[in-house]
Structures are given as structure tokens and as C-alpha cells.
């Protein structure tokens, strides 16, 4: 039987990994309180040079979103798998901020303004190293 490939986040400081309940990692100002993701050194509101990370909720709602029919440029290709549309969106979380994320149905018919949606990570692709890339999707909540 081969061994599992490991899985490494597609980016560092992203989202807790590996984790059986992973979350985004954020930053909130220390001077105004304004909550950042992906994590910040510095405010984008005051300017502030001082901020803390933080996790943000796991769940959140979908606030927009749209199905992206071609494939994103080199690097962020599949795989070169056949490409398949994949849904995007913004998830507005409880600390104020919106995120923006693949979404893990491409079904029109499955998605609605305003429902819950929770985190997940996803295989996205094979690193050169033989590992794989994983990324964050919010999913609807059942």
C-alpha cells in the first residue's frame, strides 16, 4: 500500500493545518480593533503598527457569489486535469470581515445569498515536492 501523500497549506499562515476543525488565521488591530485576513503586520484602516492574530469562526454567511467558467492563469492550474467550473464567493464571518474563497459546490441551484456556510480545506494540487496543496473552501451548511 503507498503512503499518503502530506499535505501542505498552498500558502503559510493561511489556516490552521493540520487541524479536525481548521480555521483562518487573521489579524486585528491592537489600536482600532479592525479585523484583517489574510493576517496583516500592519492596520489597513489606522495604519496602526501593532496587531494581534487571531482565528476567525468557522462559519459564516455566503454574502455573494458567481461560477468562474475558465481556468485560473499559470500557477494556479489543477493539476492540468480537465478543467471543471468552480464556485466563488465572499463568506461575511462574525468578526466583520469577508472573505473571499473557492466554494466547494458549482451548482447554481445549491447556492443562496445569505446561507451558512462552514470552512473546509481541499486537496487544490501536487507541489513539485510530491505533496499536496491544500486550500480553504467554505462549504453550505446541511
Known sequence: ???A???VPIAPDL???PADLPQLIASRCTSC???AFPKLPSCPACTGESTEE???SRRGRLWTWTIQHFPP???YLD???EFEPFGVGYVELPEGVRVESRLSVNDPTALEIGMEMELA???FAAGDDGSDRMIFVFRPVD
Open 15 to 17: 489556516f490552521t493545518w
Open 5 to 7: 501523500a502530506p499535505q
Open 79 to 81: 493539476d492540468g486535469k
Open 33 to 35: 480593533g479592525e479585523v
Open 73 to 75: 492563469p499559470h500557477p
Open 121 to 123: 480545506i481541499e486537496r
Open 1 to 3: 500500500m503507498a503512503e
Open 54 to 56: 487571531i482565528l476567525l
